[in-house]
């Protein structure tokens, strides 16, 4: 199966600075990695997605990357506002219909 | 996500009994899945399903069963088998097993 973690479990940000959260993955037939942010008592909610054939792809004040051969990506946050304070979850597909999620990574901006 | 119902919102089983929760959806998505979320934790897969009248195990199969009788319905029922039951459990679509997951708001589980 697949084994993904990530860090850091906690990130606290003054608002305005970048927040990043890094995933490794161990299944190299990965090849789907999406981030969820889910607020407190809420359903986790896609933000951004990338497959294997990309090392890079951005949205606005959000980006993600990807090494496949470290086997690791990471999420960017550029500007981070208040109402980006959530936990991120990262996710890795290996193989049909099985995605394996990361333990979550509470972050929090102050303003 | 609108198009993906789960019913109860909260649910409270007592010993030696099984609840079945409930999982809808109008996305006409082929994929649906029951994750199972403890506090602190990520989301572990309980049960997938690819096609209508079939499904898989995932992770933590062990004390719940499903079943994908139509394609707009997955219910997942909780056994008595399953000793620690209380956690958040989400129910989630996809239009193809390799496409993003949707998913519901969740059902909160306890135990009287």
């Known amino acids: 199966g697949e084994n993904v973690e990530q860090h850091p479990s906690t990130l606290s940000v003054q608002e305005g600075d970048s927040a990043v959260i890094k995933c490794t993955y161990s299944d190299s037939a990965s090849n789907y990695f999406p981030w969820y942010k889910q607020e407190l008592g809420k359903r986790p909610q896609l933000i951004i997605d990338?497959?294997?054939?990309?090392g890079e792809k951005k949205d606005q004040r959000i980006a993600v990357t990807l090494n496949k051969t470290a086997k690791h990506f990471s999420l960017h946050i550029t500007e981070t506002q208040p109402e980006d304070s959530a936990v991120y979850f990262c996710a890795a597909k290996w193989s049909a219909g099985k995605s394996t999620f990361g333990d979550g990574t509470t972050l929090t901006v102050k303003p | 996500d609108g198009g993906i119902t789960q019913s109860p919102k909260y649910l409270f089983r007592k010993e030696g009994q099984n609840v079945t929760l409930s999982c809808e959806q109008n996305l006409n998505h082929d994929a649906m899945y029951w994750y199972r979320q403890d506090p602190g934790q990520g989301l572990r897969l309980i049960y997938y399903s690819q096609i209508v009248n079939d499904f898989q195990k995932g992770d933590i199969a062990e004390g719940y069963s499903v079943s994908r009788e139509k394609k707009e319905s997955f219910p997942l029922t909780v056994t008595s088998a399953q000793k620690n039951p209380t956690a958040f459990y989400l129910c989630?679509?996809?239009?193809?097993?390799?496409?993003?997951?949707?998913f519901g708001d969740g059902t909160r589980l306890s135990i009287l």
């Open positions: 990338i497959r294997s054939n990309v």
């Open positions: 989630a679509t996809s239009k193809e097993s390799n496409q993003p997951q949707h």
